[in-house]
């Protein structure tokens, strides 16, 4: 607006200085509203850019070059073991399988050494004989009494049913490279012919594993009905290539137990299809997807490990103090809940769970007044960002946030799940995805049983030659 529009409207009178006035008004309330809007999709805008493995649920595959800060917090120990740590190195033995002499026999004045007692040193070499396949031939007889004519006819073992089989450790060995040590199949040929010199086909390994499949029913069957009743399990999903499309990898598991299962979809009817969770009523940890909560016959525990990253996320993007008070308290209950543990408590004393409590609402009330929901101007509805949300979820899921602190059985986070279910998607990055479904449920059994015999302390090789003889190993954990 110019000078003499100005001097114009003053000089028309009251009335129109008054109109102006309210014109400007309007303007710049319309400008205040554009400006806030703005800012907030600059806000969005940023904070998707901003987002890595630390502060969101994005890999850590997809933060590239740049290192993201690490939640941990620095202990000020140096780097490497520990004073007082057991260290581990290549120790000699007492009795070695050979020995090699290198003693001098004859000194150059022309006397004999071989009997002369000296000094010894020793160094020890430790190595592996060169592996070669041997084969056993199984002859059965039939032979015919001179006398009275009887027929004696003798059968092969039970385990013997072709011409011509590999043996149970090698069938073994094909399992484990290929659902143990992830590695595809054209690799895992390649590296059976180098070690045992013997050429295999890329069918044959893939008929061993369906063989194993057969024989670890039992075993499915029996981790599933021990995870049914079982007080805490974890869950978790991630998306799995199969068939030419993108599929579901379910697991359940405990510290004794693993389960996978590859299903077509992700919520519901994928845990109803698979029959853990329906029949379950112990506590359920997660990671918030909301289908585990229409399962209401189980209690239900949040993942902090993921809401501190949401928390993080929610006060570097959108600079809300609240996020960081609540990301204290939770690692403070924590930290307390451990040294009760530690102390041998097994429960958190009710005046001081009430204390936290109260905090944690108090929290929950200061975010609610720190930045309000925005209103569209357009719909009338409420614009809420990722942190709104997260504040929205922590108010309605308070309980199941703050389970690890009402029963000390229920962990702080489902890092376990997480660490289950990462080595079968490092399987997919090795060897790519499955061609067809049945290849997937093979593989998913067969790991299922790796896992669990891992966990309660079975060697992997020796448990799957147990497997191919058809006595494989079940846990027993309750």
């Given at each position: 607006m110019d000078e003499a529009k100005i001097i114009k409207t003053y000089n028309d009178g009251m009335n129109a200085v008054v109109s102006l006035v309210k014109d400007l008004n309007g303007q710049i309330s319309s400008l205040v509203v554009q400006v806030n809007t703005l800012n907030n999709r600059i806000t969005e805008l940023e904070s998707k850019l901003n987002k890595n493995s630390s502060n969101s649920s994005k890999p850590p595959s997809s933060d590239g070059l740049k290192k993201p800060k690490n939640m941990r917090e620095k202990t000020?120990?140096?780097?490497?073991?520990q004073p007082g740590h057991e260290g581990r190195t290549l120790n000699k033995v007492e009795n070695p399988d050979a020995t090699v002499n290198i003693k001098p026999q004859q000194c150059e004045c022309g006397c004999c050494l071989s009997d002369i007692e000296g000094t010894t040193r020793t160094r020890q070499v430790v190595e592996i004989?060169?592996?070669?396949?041997?084969?056993?031939?199984?002859?059965?007889?039939?032979?015919?009494?001179?006398?009275?004519?009887?027929?004696?006819?003798?059968?092969?073992?039970?385990?013997?049913?072709?011409?011509?089989?590999?043996?149970?450790?090698?069938?073994?060995?094909?399992?484990?490279?290929?659902?143990?040590?992830?590695?595809?199949?054209?690799?895992?040929?390649?590296?059976?012919?180098?070690?045992?010199?013997?050429?295999?086909s890329e069918g044959t390994i893939v008929n061993v594993n369906n063989r194993l499949y057969n024989k670890l029913d039992e075993v499915e069957s029996s981790i599933k009905q021990q995870l049914i009743e079982s007080s805490v399990v974890h869950f978790d999903e991630t998306g799995m290539r199969c068939n030419g499309k993108t599929q579901w990898l379910h697991s359940a598991s405990t510290e004794q137990l693993t389960h996978y299962?590859?299903?077509?979809?992700?919520?519901?009817?994928?845990?109803?299809?698979?029959?853990?969770?329906?029949?379950?009523?112990?506590?359920?940890?997660?990671?918030?997807?909301?289908?585990?909560?229409?399962?209401?016959?189980?209690?239900?525990?949040?993942?902090?490990?993921?809401?501190?990253?949401?928390?993080?996320?929610?006060?570097?993007?959108?600079?809300?103090?609240?996020?960081?008070?609540?990301?204290?308290?939770?690692?403070?209950?924590?930290?307390?809940?451990?040294?009760?543990?530690?102390?041998?408590?097994?429960?958190?004393?009710?005046?001081?769970?009430?204390?936290?409590?109260?905090?944690?609402?108090?929290i929950i009330a200061k975010g609610k007044l720190e930045q309000p929901v925005p209103v569209s101007e357009k719909t009338g509805k409420l614009k809420k960002n990722a942190a709104h949300r997260l504040l929205a979820r922590?108010?309605?899921?308070?309980?199941?946030?703050?389970?690890?602190?009402?029963?000390?059985?229920?962990?702080?986070?489902?890092?376990?799940?997480?660490?289950?279910?990462?080595?079968?998607?490092?399987?997919?990055?090795?060897?790519g995805c499955f061609r067809g479904k049945e290849g997937s449920k093979v593989f998913c059994r067969i790991r299922s049983y790796i896992s669990t015999c891992r966990k309660n302390s079975q060697k992997v090789m020796e448990s799957l030659v147990k497997a191919v003889k058809g006595e494989p190993f079940i846990p027993q954990t309750l």
């Amino acid at each position: 607006m110019d000078e003499a529009k100005i001097i114009k409207t003053y000089n028309d009178g009251m009335n129109a200085v008054v109109s102006l006035v309210k014109d400007l008004n309007g303007q710049i309330s319309s400008l205040v509203v554009q400006v806030n809007t703005l800012n907030n999709r600059i806000t969005e805008l940023e904070s998707k850019l901003n987002k890595n493995s630390s502060n969101s649920s994005k890999p850590p595959s997809s933060d590239g070059l740049k290192k993201p800060k690490n939640m941990r917090e620095k202990t000020g120990k140096s780097t490497g073991g520990q004073p007082g740590h057991e260290g581990r190195t290549l120790n000699k033995v007492e009795n070695p399988d050979a020995t090699v002499n290198i003693k001098p026999q004859q000194c150059e004045c022309g006397c004999c050494l071989s009997d002369i007692e000296g000094t010894t040193r020793t160094r020890q070499v430790v190595e592996i004989p060169v592996i070669r396949v041997t084969v056993t031939e199984y002859k059965a007889h039939e032979l015919v009494c001179p006398i009275c004519k009887k027929v004696h006819k003798t059968e092969f073992p039970e385990t013997v049913t072709q011409p011509v089989q590999y043996g149970e450790n090698i069938q073994a060995l094909m399992a484990y490279l290929t659902n143990y040590q992830l590695l595809p199949l054209e690799r895992a040929v390649e590296i059976i012919s180098d070690i045992i010199g013997q050429s295999v086909s890329e069918g044959t390994i893939v008929n061993v594993n369906n063989r194993l499949y057969n024989k670890l029913d039992e075993v499915e069957s029996s981790i599933k009905q021990q995870l049914i009743e079982s007080s805490v399990v974890h869950f978790d999903e991630t998306g799995m290539r199969c068939n030419g499309k993108t599929q579901w990898l379910h697991s359940a598991s405990t510290e004794q137990l693993t389960h996978y299962e590859v299903h077509e979809k992700r919520g519901a009817k994928a845990a109803k299809d698979i029959g853990i969770l329906p029949e379950f009523d112990g506590t359920a940890c997660h990671d918030h997807w909301t289908p585990y909560y229409t399962f209401e016959n189980c209690s239900h525990s949040e993942c902090n490990a993921h809401n501190l990253r949401n928390l993080r996320g929610a006060y570097e993007d959108y600079k809300h103090q609240w996020a960081e008070a609540m990301a204290s308290l939770l690692i403070e209950i924590k930290r307390r809940v451990d040294i009760l543990k530690a102390q041998g408590q097994a429960s958190m004393e009710t005046q001081e769970i009430s204390k936290y409590e109260a905090i944690f609402k108090d929290i929950i009330a200061k975010g609610k007044l720190e930045q309000p929901v925005p209103v569209s101007e357009k719909t009338g509805k409420l614009k809420k960002n990722a942190a709104h949300r997260l504040l929205a979820r922590l108010e309605k899921y308070d309980i199941e946030t703050l389970s690890f602190m009402y029963d000390f059985d229920i962990p702080f986070d489902n890092n376990l799940a997480e660490r289950d279910i990462r080595m079968v998607k490092l399987r997919q990055k090795i060897s790519g995805c499955f061609r067809g479904k049945e290849g997937s449920k093979v593989f998913c059994r067969i790991r299922s049983y790796i896992s669990t015999c891992r966990k309660n302390s079975q060697k992997v090789m020796e448990s799957l030659v147990k497997a191919v003889k058809g006595e494989p190993f079940i846990p027993q954990t309750l």
